[in-house]
């Protein structure tokens, strides 16, 4: 019997990906890889569309700073069933704009069954700031962190949460020009970069899984959204996808913990088969642990890094420039291709219309 053939899919936040920089428009990339492999492992980026969502049983939800532990060996997962998810809200959001978050975490647990814990204010606001950097890449900063990790522990030791999505108040005047441009499917997404900010955060304190959804105020009508921003357009709150996500999401198994006993279903970054990238954003630290290629006399082989041309970001991080084993592809549909012939045991150039001659080895 083979093993689970195992892909990951990476679409870094906030660096303005043609695909997956917008409103979750990286999900049908997603649902895609599903059908080939019995394991997609995929982060909040890809799999969050605001209000839109689409179950896949065979996908784990990794938040981003957990995927880098879990790519380096550090971490491993482990699936469940389900998650108790626990709400940190940030004190700096207005009555009003909270109580539509809470009825939307009443919604998910009333339609779709959800196990939320009660929710938790934190003790001061979190004051989230938005930055760009030089190369169009955004990010951010909290003036109080120390708020956002007593909250999450509040959750976890009294309310017994075991995912922890935090629902922060981000700036409604962040830069018009920039924002205009992402909703018209041109620009980066100006509060992705902080939101991963709060999100490993908290994963790296507390070592279980953690998401974001931001509370802003809604935008005016523009008939001229594109598509990919249309999802953020829908409503009050992002806060549904990132329930869903959570509730399934893998729990983490640091290596350092001894009294965590290997379970059946357990995955490691050694058994990953395939790995599939923005080409100019191989740069990340999950990228750079399996890109590398492995030792001599390793037993385990590294897995496949495929880095798909078309999907350009605003990052100039070639894996050629880092010296990393890459398979370099057109499109996330010929990345598939790929897959499907490396799931099958098939060599790609047996499928080339021309196959040169073995050589032997040279001395």
């Known amino acids: ?149 007593r909250a999450a522990e509040r959750s976890i030791q009294q309310a017994g949460a075991e995912a922890i999505a935090v629902v922060a108040r981000f700036p409604d005047d962040a830069d018009h020009d920039a924002l205009q441009q992402y909703r018209h499917g041109q620009g980066v997404d100006p509060i992705a970069g902080a939101e991963a900010v709060i999100s490993h955060l908290v994963v790296r304190t507390f070592q279980i899984p953690c998401a974001h959804a931001p509370a802003l105020l809604p935008l005016p009508l523009d008939p001229d959204v594109a598509p990919r921003s249309a999802a953020e357009e829908l409503g009050y709150t992002f806060l549904p996808c990132v329930l869903v996500g959570l509730s399934r999401a893998p729990q983490f198994i640091p290596r350092s913990r001894a009294d965590l006993m290997p379970q059946l279903g357990d995955i490691w970054g050694g058994q990953v088969d395939a790995v599939v990238v923005p080409a100019t954003a191989c740069g990340g630290s999950a990228i750079l642990s399996w890109g590398r290629p492995a030792d001599a006399g390793s037993r385990q082989s590294s897995p496949q890094v495929i880095v798909v041309r078309d999907n350009q970001t605003t990052m100039h991080v070639l894996p050629e420039t880092l010296g990393l084993a890459t398979t370099s592809v057109h499109s996330y549909l010929e990345a598939l291709g790929l897959l499907v012939a490396q799931r099958a045991g098939i060599s790609a150039a047996a499928l080339q219309p021309s196959i040169a001659s073995l050589d032997g080895l040279k001395s």
Do not use: K
Request: aromatic share 8%; glycine share 10%; with cysteine.
């Open 1 to 149: 019997m083979n093993r689970p053939f195992t892909v990951v899919l990476i679409v870094p936040t906030g660096i303005g990906a043609a695909i997956g920089g917008y409103a979750g428009d990286a999900l049908p990339v997603a649902r895609a890889i599903a059908q080939v492999a019995d394991c997609l492992i995929t982060h909040p980026n890809v799999l969050n569309g605001a209000q839109l969502y689409w179950p896949l049983p065979n996908a784990l939800y990794v938040e981003g700073y957990g995927l880098d532990q879990f790519a380096a060996g550090h971490w491993g997962l482990r699936p469940v069933h389900q998650n108790r998810v626990g709400l940190v809200f940030d004190q700096g959001i207005e009555p009003a704009l909270r109580l539509r978050h809470i009825q939307a975490a009443d919604a998910a647990r009333a339609t779709l069954g959800l196990d939320l814990a009660e929710y938790v204010i934190t003790d001061a606001p979190l004051s989230v700031t938005l930055q760009t950097a030089a190369s169009g890449a955004t990010w951010g900063t909290i003036q109080n962190p120390g708020s956002l990790l």
